[in-house]
């Protein structure tokens, strides 16, 4: 149903008057403030004796005012922004009192002695009665109309109550909602801060776990940079050794061909000798010293595949494998196998598990190979 509204001057003074009134209402009884009104550190205001209600349900075992002991202060929550009000041992009454708001609703009240939502209603007419000002309340419709419409005309046959008594129900279920959603807030920020501090301490776990992670990385990378060392220091022996062999085979049999090339020259020059009986002086001792140096045995040589190196040569193929398949614990550490990223029973594992890499049917061969009886190292 549509109203037609009365003057507009007056309209605007409700609204300003409404406007005025909401924020002279206490957020504990959603009631306009009573004398005395207190004002908190954080600047709200509240009704002493809501604020005391409060006061008292969040110290259950503060001691009243008339007692006889000195009641020690206590602490409350403001209902508008939940800041923390610290009260001394005077407790409430030690609040300061907000003697604006209180001259203020002085003056509101002395405006309103005339109720401000009658002015406003008595301006508010039937549209179908132009008489007649709207007074009641449809339930089935849910709309205010006058009683007219409700003897003669759409509401005739509709359930009606008095506007006052609907306006207060519905305001006092808003206040109850209000309330409730309050409490519902209060408990979704409780769970909002609770899953904050999940989500810190996740972030803290999974630094603190990615750092034991590397460590355990770390300790593998030395295993094995330990592990390269050996096996690069036994093929360096072996090569050292064979070089220096074959070296001195060649140094041997350098000498012979000097002591041979300078008896081919001596040889030659005794040929070249015109006389005889000089020739057949020195004739016999260079013969000699040609069946000597013929009878010489020269065989000392390395032996077929002497220089070979292939058996150094190892098979990593499942050590790797078995790299790429590690994964987490499906069980969790206990308290002492987690503790410290350096746990020495876990890197003895660790070097255990790489020293078995060695086993005969995975790895060709990893040391210096056996030289045979035979292998002439010998020297003439």
């Not at 005025?20 to 002493?48: A, D, S, Y």
């Not at 350098?254 to 040929?271: F, P, R, T, Y």
């Not at 000392?300 to 790797?320: C, L, Q, T």
């Not at 255990?352 to 040391?367: I, K, M, N, T």
Request: proline share 5%; aromatic share 4%.
């Amino acid at each position: 149903m549509n109203f037609a509204v009365g003057l507009k001057p007056l309209l605007a003074e409700a609204r300003s008057m409404e406007s005025l009134e909401k924020q002279l209402i206490c957020p504990i009884c959603l009631e306009m403030f009573t004398k005395p009104v207190v004002i908190l550190p954080c600047q709200h205001n509240l009704c002493r004796k809501c604020a005391n209600d409060v006061f008292q349900a969040s110290n259950p075992l503060w001691q009243s005012r008339g007692s006889s002991a000195v009641p020690s202060g206590g602490r409350f929550r403001c209902p508008s922004c939940r800041h923390e009000v610290v009260l001394d041992r005077h407790g409430v009454y030690g609040l300061q009192r907000n003697l604006l708001v209180e001259n203020i609703i002085d003056i509101y009240k002395q405006e309103s002695a005339r109720p401000l939502h009658a002015k406003a209603e008595q301006h508010l007419m039937c549209e179908e009665h132009e008489d007649e000002r709207i007074n009641i309340y449809c339930l089935r419709c849910e709309a205010p109309t006058c009683s007219l419409c409700k003897v003669f005309g759409a509401h005739k046959d509709c359930e009606v109550a008095p506007l006052p008594a609907v306006y207060q129900r519905q305001k006092s279920e808003l206040s109850d909602g209000i309330a409730m959603l309050v409490a519902g807030n209060d408990r979704i920020q409780a769970i909002i801060t609770q899953m904050e501090e999940i989500c810190h301490t996740i972030e803290e776990n999974g630094r603190r776990q990615k750092q034991h992670l590397g460590l355990r990385f770390d300790s593998l990378y030395s295993i094995l940079e330990e592990r390269k060392k050996e096996l690069l220091q036994s093929i360096a022996r072996e090569q050292e050794e064979k070089v220096q062999h074959v070296r001195g085979l060649i140094r041997q049999y350098g000498d012979h061909l000097e002591a041979s090339s300078k008896l081919v020259e001596s040889a030659i020059q005794a040929m070249e000798e015109p006389q005889m009986a000089v020739y057949l002086q020195h004739s016999k001792e260079l013969l000699k010293k040609i069946m000597d140096m013929s009878k010489v045995s020269m065989s000392s040589r390395p032996e077929p595949g002497y220089e070979n190196m292939d058996h150094f040569s190892i098979n990593v193929d499942y050590v790797a494998e078995m790299l790429r398949t590690i994964e987490f614990q499906t069980e969790p550490l206990g308290e002492d196998d987690g503790d410290g990223p350096g746990d020495g029973s876990e890197a003895a594992g660790e070097e255990e598990r790489l020293d078995s890499l060695e086993a005969p049917e995975a790895v060709e061969d990893v040391g210096p190979r056996q030289k045979p009886a035979s292998s002439p190292h010998g020297q003439h």
